[in-house]
């Protein structure tokens, strides 16, 4: 069966600083992999998608991710996080019938 | 085009109330489904549908209805209520049921059972 591993429950950087959010997938064939972001109260909003080709994908808000078949990983990247960043990110996997299989989210603290 | 629009978006009810969240899309997507989201495990998949007159049950189905009689709308029934269903209930649709569509999700439903 499909899993998504997010093995960050809680991750703090500082303003201005480098990100990374790491994402590891259980999936027998090539996976569609997604990022999600949700700020508290809101709808989950699409940073990103893996679906082929260029393993080195471009999102919105100045995100990326990185597609490893050999790791099994699509860690999430950001060169500079602003305050503004600050949310749960959710890592998705889609299984047979669009089915989304998703991990358990990292939050992301930004200190000053 | 309003995408994928769930009303409503606040509930609050008592054990053994039933209610229905509605779902609708204006994208014609063949593909619509429910997930929930509870702290510290993610989203799970309640139900899904392929097309209308098709569903089938996710991870969590359990107290949960559905049905698909158009293309457009997937309501979600709770029967009876149960403190265990409090959560923040997601409505999701795609274009087509292979992997490489955009999966789009509505803004979500806040539910509260006392």
């Known amino acids: 069966a499909q899993s998504v591993t997010q093995p960050d429950i809680h991750i703090t950087v500082s303003e201005g600083a480098s990100l990374e959010l790491r994402c590891n997938y259980s999936?027998?064939?090539?996976?569609?992999l997604f990022w999600y972001v949700q700020s508290p109260g809101q709808g989950l909003q699409l940073l990103l998608k893996?679906?082929?080709?260029?393993?080195l994908v471009q999102g919105i808000k100045g995100f990326e991710a990185e597609f490893k078949r050999s790791q099994s990983s699509f860690n999430l990247r950001k060169p500079s996080v602003h305050w503004s960043d600050a949310a749960e990110y959710f890592c998705?996997?889609?299984?047979?019938?669009?089915?989304?299989?998703f991990g358990t989210g990292t939050r992301l603290l930004v200190s000053p | 085009n309003a995408g994928v629009t769930q009303t409503p978006k606040f509930q609050v009810l008592k054990t053994g109330q039933s209610m229905t969240l509605q779902c609708a899309q204006d994208?014609?997507?063949?593909?619509m489904s429910w997930y929930r989201q509870d702290p510290g495990m993610g989203l799970r998949l309640i139900h899904y549908?392929?097309?209308?007159?098709?569903?089938d049950q996710g991870e969590v189905p359990n107290g949960y209805n559905v049905s698909r009689s158009t293309t457009e709308d997937f309501p979600l029934r709770l029967l009876s209520a149960a403190p265990s269903q409090t959560s923040v209930y997601f409505c999701?649709?795609?274009?087509?049921?292979?992997?490489?569509?955009?999966?789009?999700f509505g803004e979500g439903s806040w539910l509260t059972v006392v």
């Open positions: 994208m014609n997507h063949e593909y």
């Open positions: 999936y027998g064939a090539t996976p569609y």
């Open positions: 998705a996997v889609v299984g047979g019938f669009q089915k989304l299989v």
């Open positions: 999701a649709s795609s274009y087509s049921t292979t992997g490489g569509n955009t999966i789009y």
């Open positions: 893996y679906f082929s080709g260029d393993t």
């Open positions: 549908s392929v097309g209308a007159g098709i569903t």
